[in-house]
């Protein structure tokens, strides 16, 4: 998909997994919504890459676009594949690795 701006995001059909580009040993994120309510955002992971352990103070939904990844909530695995969903309540410490490449979608609501 070609470089859009969020303007050209509004109000027309978009495929959220195009919006992030997989690149090799790197994770991509693209800020799709950022609102004092709360963010919404895109990122590829490659193969092997994640986000280390941390908290943060806004319940997180994390969607699956494409591939699989492990996501830790308070040390607990939780293996999600394409489709699936998980939330990552306030205050608890978590973690995401990609077991292989994928995408996610990412909503945090304050």
Do not use: C
């Not at 050209?8 to 799709?32: K, N, P, W």
């Amino acid at each position: 998909m070609e470089s859009t701006t969020k303007q050209e995001l509004v109000a027309r059909a978009i495929s959220l997994a195009e919006l992030a580009a997989y690149q090799d040993s790197s994770v991509v994120s693209r800020e799709i919504i950022k609102k004092p309510a709360g963010t919404v955002s895109v990122f590829a992971f490659d193969e092997g890459e994640g986000l280390s352990e941390h908290t943060a103070p806004f319940d997180a939904l994390v969607y699956i676009l494409d591939g699989s990844a492990e996501v830790y909530i308070d040390g607990q695995p939780n293996l999600l594949s394409q489709g699936q969903m998980i939330i990552m309540p306030a205050n608890h410490p978590h973690a995401l690795k990609a077991v292989k490449r994928f995408k996610m979608l990412l909503v945090l609501i304050k």
